[in-house]
């Protein structure tokens, strides 16, 4: 099994539209979680970090669920503008390296 | 800032060259990583330093990869000889504090590397 693991997508979505993405990790003692989004040819750049209580940050929600080892990103009236990949990311205790998955790609469309 | 700095942006050589690639990380941080990603097998991190150390160099796929960091401003990773395989993106990230702390890595614009 693997260690982070997304839906590779794509998702196409109209402009407007509300559309979720789910990630599953399997290493029960992660405790660091992240959204990086990464556009067509360019680097992968930190969203947002997940916290356990959930967070916003305008019209992108993230939650965590550590019973079920999965997270959510959650984004509201989407834009053209958010058409990217989203890796979901996971960091275990102490100095272990950063876990990418291997994406979600999203396209909106007008 | 500047942000990560990699050079080239692109490469494309012929199988057995020799490749070096090379990053400039942000000033003042003291993690630098080296990832590797292709559309079959993601973002995999190859190696990664603290304070110009190499920690952890279990990601390099074999002994033809080699990365160093003479000093905090610079660092290399050199592909010898270089195979069809190894075409990929190669991205270098740095940030302020160790991977579990939770630090933002900033990536560079990454190193589109193919192997004919």
Same mark, same amino acid.
């Given at each position: 099994?693997?260690?982070?693991?997304?839906?590779?997508?794509?998702?196409?979505?109209?402009?407007?539209?509300?559309?979720?993405?789910?990630?599953?990790?399997?290493?029960?003692?992660?405790?660091?979680?992240?959204?990086?989004?990464?556009?067509?040819?360019?680097?992968?750049?930190?969203?947002?970090?997940?916290?356990?209580?959930?967070?916003?940050?305008?019209?992108?929600?993230?939650?965590?669920?550590?019973?079920?080892?999965?997270?959510?990103?959650?984004?509201?009236?989407?834009?053209?503008?958010?058409?990217?990949?989203?890796?979901?990311?996971?960091?275990?205790?102490?100095?272990?390296?950063?876990?990418?998955?291997?994406?979600?790609?999203?396209?909106?469309?007008? | 800032?500047?942000?990560?700095?990699?050079?080239?942006?692109?490469?494309?050589?012929?199988?057995?060259?020799?490749?070096?690639?090379?990053?400039?990380?942000?000033?003042?941080?003291?993690?630098?990583?080296?990832?590797?990603?292709?559309?079959?097998?993601?973002?995999?991190?190859?190696?990664?330093?603290?304070?110009?150390?190499?920690?952890?160099?279990?990601?390099?796929? %074999?002994? &033809?990869? +080699? !990365?160093?960091?003479?000093? @905090? $401003?610079?660092?290399?990773?050199?592909?010898?000889?270089? %195979?069809? &395989?190894? +075409? !990929?993106?190669?991205?270098? @990230? $740095?940030?302020?504090?160790?991977?579990?702390?939770?630090?933002?890595?900033?990536?560079?614009?990454?190193?589109?590397?193919?192997?004919?």
């Amino acid at each position: 099994r693997k260690e982070v693991e997304q839906d590779p997508g794509p998702f196409n979505v109209p402009e407007g539209a509300t559309v979720a993405f789910n990630c599953t990790y399997s290493n029960s003692a992660s405790q660091s979680f992240f959204w990086y989004r990464q556009d067509c040819r360019k680097e992968p750049k930190l969203l947002m970090s997940v916290y356990s209580s959930g967070n916003e940050d305008g019209r992108f929600t993230a939650q965590l669920n550590r019973a079920s080892q999965y997270i959510s990103l959650l984004i509201r009236d989407s834009k053209l503008s958010d058409s990217a990949t989203y890796l979901c990311v996971v960091s275990n205790s102490g100095n272990t390296p950063l876990v990418f998955g291997k994406g979600t790609r999203l396209s909106v469309i007008a | 800032d500047a942000g990560v700095i990699q050079s080239p942006r692109h490469e494309v050589t012929e199988m057995g060259q020799e490749v070096t690639l090379r990053c400039k990380p942000i000033s003042g941080h003291d993690y630098l990583f080296w990832y590797r990603q292709t559309m079959m097998r993601g973002l995999e991190l190859l190696i990664y330093f603290n304070n110009n150390v190499p920690i952890d160099d279990s990601g390099m796929p %074999e002994d &033809r990869f +080699s !990365a160093k960091m003479p000093n @905090a $401003s610079f660092s290399t990773l050199k592909i010898q000889p270089s %195979e069809p &395989r190894d +075409s !990929a993106v190669y991205f270098c @990230a $740095s940030s302020l504090g160790g991977q579990g702390s939770g630090d933002t890595q900033y990536f560079g614009p990454g190193t589109r590397l193919t192997v004919l």
